[in-house]
């Protein structure tokens, strides 16, 4: 059961820090937005904000992909019953 749960746990907590980096994305981009009015440098302020939103990255790392999978596949062995199979007979 622990290791069903710790899946779905990994498995979401990888979908999450996708939708961040995504919300995260637009979040600068909106927040990097200069008024034109009488100032030369408002249009290189927009382009370097964008530059540096588009730049920054929130990605899962290898660790939580590895604990995912894994869980994922000690879930599945338990449900399939795959571990009872292979018990050894003394």
């Keep these: 059961m ?3 749960v710790g899946a779905v746990s990994a ?3 990888t ?3 996708i939708i961040i980096n995504a919300d995260l994305h637009t ?3 909106e927040s990097m937005q200069f008024p034109l ?3 030369p440098f408002a249009g ?5 904000g964008k530059v540096l939103a588009s730049r920054i990255q929130i990605v899962p790392g290898v660790g939580l992909y590895v604990l995912a ?3 994922v596949l000690v879930a599945l062995a338990y449900h399939s019953r795959l571990l009872v199979r292979l018990r050894l007979d003394k």
Excluded: E
């Design 44 to 48: 290189f302020a927009q382009q370097l």
């Design 37 to 39: 009015r009488s100032n």
């Design 15 to 17: 979908i999450h820090v």
């Design 2 to 4: 622990a290791a069903t």
């Design 27 to 29: 979040w600068f981009q």
């Design 69 to 71: 999978v894994a869980l």
């Design 11 to 13: 498995l979401s907590a």
